[in-house]
């Protein structure tokens, strides 16, 4: 007689309500993501997430509560995400170098998850028009950031690296404001190549910035 098992006669232990709600909420999340990267803040619907998802149209007003709800929960997210990645470009050298590091991490798209990427670049665009619920985290966000570059353009000059002439507040704000239009040109046509603009912007930041 055979008395092997075979794996579907082996039952599974059921998911508990928590891990069924956790896995309920990262795939609603993942659709709003995937909807916000291809039709911006303006029409995205609780509905249209739920059913995008997978589950039924009211689902995700049980998650979120309302469409305000959600969008802080996709800025949580993602700004987490990018906070991760910018860690790791913190343990380059300091001063010039850290400066270049920022840009290429802010213009290297994640080949592992495009869509959230064009997803938190979208959220910050419209932080300041379609979503005020993240109008404030974005801004302390955008004044982490300058805070960051214009540390590192300071030990760049104290290091002899960079000109000493240049004003590391009005630089930080200006590499910023260059890194994000360059995302967003590429948001409006995406044939535009992200490297080739990362490529351009280390090169000419390498050549107004070094001593």
Do not use: C
């Amino acid at each position: 007689m055979d008395r092997s098992i075979s794996l579907e006669a082996v039952k599974r232990p059921r998911r508990t309500q928590a891990e069924r709600r956790a896995i309920a909420e990262r795939e609603l999340l993942a659709a709003a993501l995937r909807l916000v990267a291809e039709r911006g803040l303006g029409r995205l619907t609780l509905a249209d997430i739920g059913e995008a998802a997978g589950y039924s149209r009211a689902l995700p007003a049980v998650y979120f509560r309302d469409k305000a709800g959600l969008i802080r929960a996709l800025w949580e997210h993602v700004s987490s995400r990018f906070q991760r990645k910018m860690r790791r470009a913190e343990k380059r050298e300091r001063g010039l170098d850290a400066v270049l590091g920022f840009v290429e991490v802010y213009l290297t798209r994640s080949d592992e998850d495009p869509v959230v990427f064009r997803a938190a670049q979208v959220l910050l665009i419209e932080a300041f028009n379609a979503a005020p619920e993240i109008r404030e985290s974005a801004a302390q966000h955008n004044r982490d950031s300058e805070h960051y570059l214009r540390k590192q353009i300071r030990i760049g000059i104290e290091q002899g690296e960079i000109h000493p002439d240049v004003d590391a507040a009005a630089q930080a704000i200006l590499i910023i404001a260059a890194a994000r239009g360059a995302i967003s040109r590429w948001i409006i046509d995406p044939a535009v190549s992200l490297s080739a603009l990362r490529r351009e912007m280390l090169a000419a930041l390498k050549r107004g910035l070094a001593a």
